[in-house]
């Protein structure tokens, strides 16, 4: 090999390899955080379970990056009930509930484990509603469990909020009160304001959304909306997830 040719090759490993290095380096917890906040904002749920799949396969033991991917598994169980395909949305409760109780065994007074835990029954209510009478108390016990473990967490408020949204009202569903405790969660989040990417943030916003059109607040429910529009963009997918008939005011 000539001169002239090594020192082409060694242009070229100079070249590539510190873009490899910079490539492998983005995918940390934040960009994981940031891919599943930017295909949320555009309404397209197709990368979730790949990334999800990245995610396990790194087979880390960080609790903050278990903890992400678990609450990636609960978003993605969400759309999946929501758009119909019940049978994937199984896999990803049982998957996401094996890593939970794992978790809770080795960190029995984490929050946030405890909120997701609470969720990931309510999902299996949701999937099996004639396991309610089963399941409902031990969803209950996981939120409120989370909630006196950690005030200042916004999780256990947002999953109380859940249950209260989309429990019926014979069975203590308060969709006005599920309001309260959503803006308490988000309350919250602002304060915090550490995520660049959050998701779930932009989940909390929807729920609120959604339950101030329920309740008939209109007009503080276009307000919230056009907030939401300029911190996200136009959010199509929104008028699916709170119900075109209640925006359109029919």
């Not at 040719?5 to 940031?34: E, R, S």
Request: charged share 25%; hydrophobic share 45%; proline share 4%.
């Amino acid at each position: 090999m000539t001169l002239i040719h090594k020192l082409k090759l060694l242009l070229v490993v100079l070249l590539v390899f510190p873009i490899m290095g910079a490539t492998a380096q983005k995918k940390d917890l934040a960009w994981y955080q940031c891919a599943f906040f930017e295909s949320y904002r555009a309404g397209n749920m197709a990368p979730w379970p790949g990334l999800i799949a990245e995610m396990e396969r790194a087979k880390s033991t960080d609790l903050a990056w278990q903890t992400e991917m678990v609450k990636a598994m609960y978003g993605l169980v969400g759309y999946q009930i929501g758009a119909g395909t019940k049978d994937l949305a199984r896999v990803y409760v049982n998957k996401a509930a094996a890593y939970v109780d794992k978790l809770l065994d080795d960190h029995p007074k984490n929050a946030q484990l405890h909120s997701l835990s609470g969720a990931l029954y309510g999902y299996k209510i949701a999937l099996a509603f004639y396991k309610a009478p089963f399941l409902g108390p031990k969803s209950l016990s996981h939120i409120e469990r989370s909630i006196k473990l950690d005030p200042a967490e916004p999780m256990g408020y947002i999953e109380k909020g859940n249950s209260l949204l989309y429990r019926p009202a014979a069975f203590g569903g308060d969709k006005k009160e599920a309001l309260i405790f959503y803006r308490r969660a988000l309350k919250l989040m602002d304060a915090r304001n550490t995520q660049k990417c959050d998701w779930q943030k932009m989940l909390l916003r929807a729920f609120i959304l959604k339950g101030l059109y329920e309740t008939n607040q209109d007009n503080e429910a276009q307000v919230f909306r056009f907030e939401m529009q300029k911190d996200y963009g136009p959010m199509d997918w929104i008028r699916q997830f709170v119900g075109a008939e209640l925006m359109d005011g029919k």
